[in-house]
C-alpha cells in the first residue's frame, strides 16, 4: 500500500474543545490559538502506520482462529462482520513530538495552545485511522472484495489486552509504536484496529459507515454521505492536510 493523506477537521477539533452545537461559535481569540496550533501540528506531526493481513482459518461467536497465528477473541463476528476470508490489522500513530512539545507549552504557561494541540492530535490520529481503513476499501472494492468496518481493542466486546496479540502479529515498531504493561500504546496518540476481509463481508449496518465516507462510487453504498452544517467561522479555517507514511 502507499502513502495517503489525512485532513484534520477544525470542526472536529474544536469540538472537543466543547464547540458541540451550532450556537456555540469561537471568538477571534481562540480561532488564533487554533491557528496556533495547527502551525505547531504541521511542524511536529509525523503521520505514519503499519498494516498487514492474515489468513482466517474459522470464526465463530466467540472470535476467529487465524491460519498462522493466534486466536484473537472478537465477539459476535459472524453477525458484525458476515462471512470473511482475511484479517486486516493496523497500527497508526502521529509519533511522540507532541508529548514533549505539550509539555514544553505548559512550562511556558501557554495552556491554552497545549490543550489545543493535544485536541488536535486525537483528531489527527482518528483521521489517519479513518484514511487507512478508506484506503483498504477501495483496493480491496476494486479486487471484488468487501471491508467491514473498523474495531479496536478496548471497545465494544473485545477487550483492551487482546492488544498484545496484534503487536505479536504486527511489526509496530517500525513506526516506533509500543506497548505497556497495561496494553496502552505509547506514543499516546496511537490506535490499532481489525477489519474483515472477504466477497461476503458485512460493510455496515444502518448505512451509518456509509454517511460518513466520501467514496462517492462505492457500489456498495447504502445511504448518501451526510452533509454537515459549515458554520460562518468554519471558512476562515483551512483543514491541516498531512501525509502520512507507511512503515516498513
Known amino acids: 500500500m502507499v502513502g495517503l493523506t489525512i485532513e484534520i477537521d477544525p470542526q472536529e477539533v474544536l469540538r472537543l474543545q466543547g464547540y458541540r452545537r451550532p450556537s456555540d461559535v ?13 502551525g ?12 498487514q493481513e492474515f489468513q482466517v482459518d474459522s470464526v465463530d461467536g466467540s472470535g476467529l482462529r487465524l491460519s498462522e497465528g493466534p486466536e484473537l477473541c472478537i465477539q459476535a463476528i ?39 494541540l493535544d485536541s488536535l492530535g ?17 483496493e480491496r472494492l476494486a479486487g471484488g472484495l468487501k471491508v467491514t468496518p473498523r474495531v479496536s481493542p478496548g471497545y465494544g466486546r473485545w477487550t483492551i489486552e487482546e492488544q498484545r496479540k496484534i503487536f505479536s502479529l504486527v511489526p509496530a515498531e517500525s513506526i516506533e509504536v509500543q506497548l505497556n504493561p497495561y496494553c496502552i500504546m505509547t506514543p ?15 460493510m455496515g449496518t444502518g448505512g451509518s459507515p456509509c454517511r460518513s465516507c ?9 445511504a ?25
Not at 496518540?189 to 458485512?202: M, P, Q, T
Not at 458554520?231 to 516498513?248: K, M
Open 224 to 248: 448518501p454521505r451526510r452533509h454537515r452544517h459549515e458554520p460562518a467561522w468554519a471558512a476562515g479555517v483551512a483543514p491541516l492536510v498531512l501525509a502520512a507514511n507507511p512503515g516498513s
Open 78 to 116: 459472524p453477525v458484525q462482520w458476515g462471512a470473511i476470508a482475511t484479517l486486516g490489522l493496523a497500527v497508526c500513530t502521529i509519533g511522540d513530538a507532541i508529548e514533549e512539545r505539550i509539555e514544553e507549552l505548559f512550562a511556558e504557561r501557554e495552556f491554552p495552545v497545549a490543550y489545543m
Open 26 to 38: 469561537p471568538t477571534t481569540q481562540v480561532l488564533e490559538i487554533l491557528g496556533t496550533a495547527m
Open 214 to 222: 466520501d467514496m462517492r462510487e462505492c457500489a456498495y453504498r447504502r
Open 40 to 51: 505547531e501540528a504541521q511542524r511536529i506531526f509525523e503521520p505514519r502506520w503499519i498494516y
Open 122 to 138: 486525537s483528531v489527527a490520529v482518528e483521521a489517519l485511522g479513518e484514511g487507512l481503513h478508506r484506503q483498504i476499501c477501495e
Open 188 to 202: 499516546r496518540k496511537s490506535i490499532s484496529f481489525a477489519v474483515g476481509i472477504g466477497r461476503d463481508a458485512i
